[in-house]
């Protein structure tokens, strides 16, 4: 060992002898004073702390709907059975009663087909297959979703809890980013002779600061574009459609009937509002809507709007609801959802303008009567086929004496 190398180990030891001798005191002199002065042993003297009590431990939080996985449960009320999803609300919704439309198949095309090759066995009109129970809502729909924040096209829906399933009193409970807890209740009721959902939503604040900003319901289903050709007004197209303040509102990517002319949602413009008084909004196609009616017309603002984009958008309406809830706050609304076919007497009796989504276009004023006399001739002989040809007779009967003018001028 060098003489540096041992020169250090003499020193290291000597400054670990002088800290004892230093420090040995002070030790000593701590543990008398805390034995109060009396004689105590060594093996009676701790110099460690004296363990503390334990806390008690807190009870487990209770979980945040986003942590809580998604369940899916069957939905079956006035006559419809859809699947529930505590994510994104009902989908798969059909109408036990009621039929699909058929595929309406021309023979035009059924020749072409056959040349071609892409068509195989005999012409069928209305298509080779049963279309089965009426679809109103598909797959990737999302039915009555609630939330806060901005809308569903920025503001993802609460993540709810199944609290009941019962079939006549459905419970779901859930919390929005905002700290809004929601409880939605939906049970069967009758108005006006027709089936409803009750909707009854109770928004309240469980934050511990106020809340100011809209509360939302939607519905949103997948959007159908008409496609071209003869067959287009055969087709069922699937549109947003809502009545504000006494007017009839459409929405889509078809161009036709927009609320705003040149205007359709897009990727681009994915919402846009509806000023007045809501009188009901939802989703409709050719035969069956899915129409929300507010209790109160005056609660908020309705809204055309998109969800996602491209091939995954999801068009339809929400209701925005302007809302001040202080901590523990809270507010309910109620609502009276209609699921069924576009009847105008079951329309009429569940709401006065509810039977307004049956659009006859500029000619509404020649066709209303038409129709109320078409559905005499059906109630007279239970048939809609001789209706149609009964209907045809007074109304040529009705025009005789202008096509006998016309005949007698053409022959001049």
Request: charged share 15%.
């Amino acid at each position: 060992m060098d003489r540096r190398t041992l020169l250090a180990v003499v020193l290291s030891v000597a400054i670990y002898y002088v800290w004892l001798a230093i420090r040995g005191p002070q030790l000593q002199q701590t543990a008398q004073e805390g034995g109060g002065g009396e004689e105590t042993s060594g093996a009676q003297v701790s110099t460690e702390p004296s363990p503390s009590p334990l806390p008690t431990p807190a009870p487990p939080p209770e979980p945040m709907p986003s942590d809580v996985p998604e369940r899916e449960i069957p939905f079956r009320m006035c006559q419809t059975t859809a699947t529930l999803s505590t994510t994104h609300g009902l989908s798969s919704l059909s109408l036990d009663d009621h039929q699909g439309p058929y595929e309406v198949q021309p023979l035009y095309s059924w020749i072409w087909g056959k040349l071609t090759g892409e068509v195989e066995g005999p012409w069928s009109p209305w298509g080779a297959t049963e279309p089965g129970p009426a679809e109103l809502l598909g797959e990737r729909a999302h039915g009555l979703t609630v939330g806060s924040g901005a809308g569903p096209g920025t503001t993802a829906p609460a993540r709810m809890m199944v609290v009941s399933d019962d079939a006549d009193d459905l419970v779901l409970r859930g919390r929005t980013a905002e700290g809004i807890e929601i409880t939605q209740e939906m049970r069967p009721t009758t108005v006006g002779g027709q089936c409803l959902v009750e909707l009854e939503i109770t928004w309240r604040n469980a934050g511990s600061t106020a809340y100011g900003g809209p509360l939302w319901l939607g519905v949103h289903g997948v959007p159908s574009v008409a496609a071209g050709g003869m067959t287009a007004r055969y087709q069922s197209q699937r549109q947003p459609t809502a009545v504000t303040d006494g007017d009839l509102h459409y929405g889509g990517p078809y161009g036709a009937g927009c609320v705003r002319e040149g205007t359709r949602l897009s990727d681009e413009e994915t919402a846009f509002p509806l000023e007045g008084p809501v009188s009901w909004f939802g989703l409709s196609d050719r035969y069956f809507g899915f129409y929300v009616l507010p209790a109160d017309p005056q609660a908020g603002q309705a809204w055309l709007s998109r969800v996602g984009s491209g091939e995954e958008a999801l068009d339809g309406t929400h209701l925005a609801i302007e809302a001040e809830l202080a901590p523990g706050a809270s507010r309910t609304d109620t609502f009276s959802v209609y699921i069924g076919p576009n009847d105008m007497d079951a329309l009429g009796n569940v709401h006065e303008d509810l039977s307004r989504v049956v659009d006859l276009g500029w000619f509404a004023f020649f066709g209303y009567p038409l129709l109320v006399m078409l559905r005499f001739f059906q109630a007279a002989v239970g048939n809609w086929g001789l209706s149609i040809i009964m209907l045809t007779f007074v109304v040529k009967l009705a025009f005789f004496p202008m096509t006998q003018r016309s005949f007698r001028s053409m022959q001049k």
